[in-house]
């Protein structure tokens, strides 16, 4: 079992950066994929970015690619998403989940970046960006 709980949400204008933490208890926590995950209002709930139990290999939506930035911290049980260059467009519940690592080079594959596919989720927290 992993509880996950989001901060670092807020308001910032266009242009702007906010970082994204996920605390998560449990001692397993390096043996687990995490993802972020973001819904909009009226909208599903897309996939962001992941990182693997070890840290060595991440993937990126290609709306975020080049200004998201997911970083794991095995030591003190810590996901982090840094964003950068935020666009209203970014404007959504932001929830960080967990699933059991499998094959790195899954990474990419729905395997990873499907929501379903994910066993443990946070409560979400809000980023609001203005234009």
């Known amino acids: 079992q992993v509880q996950l709980v989001e901060s670092g949400g807020g308001l910032v204008q266009a242009g702007g950066s906010l970082r994204l933490s996920c605390a998560a208890s449990?001692?397993?926590?390096?043996?687990?994929?995490m993802g972020w995950f973001r819904q909009a209002p009226g909208k599903e709930r897309e996939f962001v970015a992941v990182?693997?139990?070890?840290?060595?290999?991440?993937y990126y939506a290609d709306s975020v690619k080049g200004r998201f930035t997911i970083s794991r911290d095995n030591a003190k049980n810590t996901v982090s998403l840094q964003m950068n260059s935020l666009k209203p467009e970014d404007t959504a519940v932001y929830y960080c989940?967990?699933?059991?690592?499998?094959?790195?080079?899954?990474?990419?594959?729905?395997?990873?970046?499907?929501?379903?596919?994910?066993?443990?989720w946070g409560q979400g927290t809000q980023v609001t960006v203005s234009s």
């Open positions: 989940a967990a699933r059991s690592m499998g094959p790195t080079y899954y990474i990419g594959s729905a395997y990873y970046t499907g929501a379903g596919k994910y066993d443990y």
């Open positions: 990182i693997s139990s070890s840290g060595g290999r991440t």
């Open positions: 449990g001692r397993t926590f390096s043996s687990y994929a």
